[in-house]
């Protein structure tokens, strides 16, 4: 797996529903975070945020893609978030 160029210092985050629901938690790596970030935080193009990532824009778009996915589960099913390094 190629070196990625995180933009934030890779700590262990958790977010949690006010009301827990007992469930296990959805688990996001630090790829996944930082490219959500680049893209909808900063507003960058996937392919300016490709290029700080020091990855293509394919594997830029499958970060997203899979962050996306999981934000809406935690979202949906109140389970936990967990950003890990």
């Given at each position: 797996?190629?070196?990625r160029?995180?933009?934030v210092?890779?700590?262990?985050?958790?977010?949690?529903p006010?009301q827990?629901?007992?469930?296990?938690?959805?688990?996001?790596?630090?790829?996944?975070?930082?490219a959500?970030?680049l893209?909808?935080?900063?507003g960058?193009?996937?392919?300016?945020?490709?290029r700080?990532?020091g990855?293509?824009?394919?594997?830029?778009?499958?970060?997203?893609d899979?962050?996306?996915k999981?934000i809406?589960?935690?979202?949906?099913?109140?389970?936990p978030?967990i950003?890990?390094?």
């Open positions: 797996m190629k070196d160029i995180l933009g210092r890779p700590i262990r985050m958790m977010f949690s006010a827990p629901m007992n469930k296990d938690p959805v688990i996001m790596t630090m790829d996944e975070f930082e959500y970030r893209v909808y935080y900063l960058l193009t996937q392919e300016e945020a490709a700080r990532m990855v293509s824009r394919g594997t830029l778009w499958r970060c997203l899979s962050a996306r999981k809406a589960q935690m979202l949906v099913e109140g389970r978030l950003v890990s390094p």
